[in-house]
């Protein structure tokens, strides 16, 4: 069994976020395969801190920055806190569709 693990960084994607999380947990990416999906909110101001907080699922680990420390750290922390074999990186903004993850594992098996 492999596992992947989505980082979702975002900074106030209020309007977004819930359905980026959707979208990426409605992805079948096989039997071979488990995922985890790691949200790190950058400090958001928006609401979307709000959102997150109301999320209760063993699949979604959410971390909060206190302060806003861009991207790259919020990358950092998620690699920090992964447990999987892989890493994908997905913005908050829909800017990546997440329907391109199971791409990403058949490449890698």
């Known amino acids: ?9 975002c900074y106030n994607e209020r309007k977004t976020i819930a359905d980026v999380i959707k979208r990426t947990q409605s992805v079948e990416l096989g039997p071979e395969w488990s995922r985890e999906i790691l949200v790190i909110d950058n400090f958001s101001t928006d609401g979307t801190r709000e959102i997150l907080q109301q999320i209760d699922d063993p699949e979604i680990s959410t971390f909060f920055h206190e302060r806003n420390m861009g991207k790259g750290m919020s990358i950092r922390t998620g690699i920090t806190h992964m447990t999987g074999d892989y890493m ?22």
């Not at 492999?2 to 980082?7: C, F, M, Q």
């Not at 994908?88 to 098996?109: G, L, M, N, T, W």
């Open 88 to 109: 994908i990186i997905q913005d908050a903004d829909s800017e990546y569709d997440p329907a391109e993850h199971v791409k990403f594992c058949r490449k890698v098996e």
């Open 1 to 9: 069994m492999r596992k992947l693990s989505v980082v979702i960084c």
